[in-house]
């Protein structure tokens, strides 16, 4: 249950403000532009207006940090991949992403996004790519799955995680609109940020599980 949600700030740049706090665990929510981030956000922590729904893919441009239940840091990273978006300002995203999920180092893992009614992007199996080479601890979602008939969500399930080279157990379907995949997803991050640094040299103690 989320009885606290604050939020702390953006980070705009890779050398850029972040916040102070560095003792608390960071979980990092990635996807490109018009992957229902927003609205995942919204419905994971079951607020209406966490994140901003904008009607404009791409708007977003800096990382944005929530303090959850004074436990843990939501970091919502801006989308990519949005065509419209100028490119010099694409190139500047790249940088922010990746140097952040790179060098944090209270970074748990990711929660990495897949519109489900599309095949994986370029972008999005960049991201993978990056991802791998991290080594970071990844949950993959698939987003919108409200919009897709039963028959036709089976399908697109197998020729993702094929595409992606995973099993179908290792990925959460999700609808923000019937909250399908939540409680799947709101556990998958209680278990991102009780585990240590997978970047730590020596573990932690463990810290207590957290709401969601």
Do not use: C
């Amino acid at each position: 249950t989320v009885r606290h949600i604050e939020f702390l700030g953006g980070m705009a740049s890779p050398s850029g403000w972040r916040p102070p706090d560095l003792t608390l665990p960071e979980v990092a929510f990635s996807g490109r532009s018009n992957v229902g981030k927003s609205s995942l956000l919204n419905a994971l922590v079951k607020r209406k207006a966490l994140a901003r729904v904008s009607k404009t893919p791409g708007k977003t441009r800096e990382i944005n940090f929530f303090r959850v239940n004074r436990q843990f840091v939501l970091a919502d990273l801006p989308g990519y991949g949005y065509a419209r978006v100028a490119k010099a300002t694409r190139v500047q995203w790249r940088p922010l992403i990746e140097g952040y999920l790179r060098v944090s180092a209270q970074l748990r893992g990711v929660v990495q996004l897949i519109d489900s009614r599309h095949p994986p992007s370029a972008d999005d199996l960049q991201m993978f790519e990056f991802l791998a080479e991290i080594g970071a601890p990844t949950v993959v979602v698939l987003t919108k799955i409200d919009k897709l008939r039963t028959t036709e969500l089976k399908q697109r399930i197998i020729s993702l995680t094929t595409a992606l080279g995973l099993e179908e157990e290792q990925v959460i379907p999700f609808s923000s609109v019937t909250k399908v995949g939540r409680d799947e997803l709101a556990a998958a991050v209680v278990e991102l940020v009780a585990q240590p640094s997978w970047r730590a040299a020596a573990a932690p103690e463990e810290a207590p599980a957290p709401d969601v």
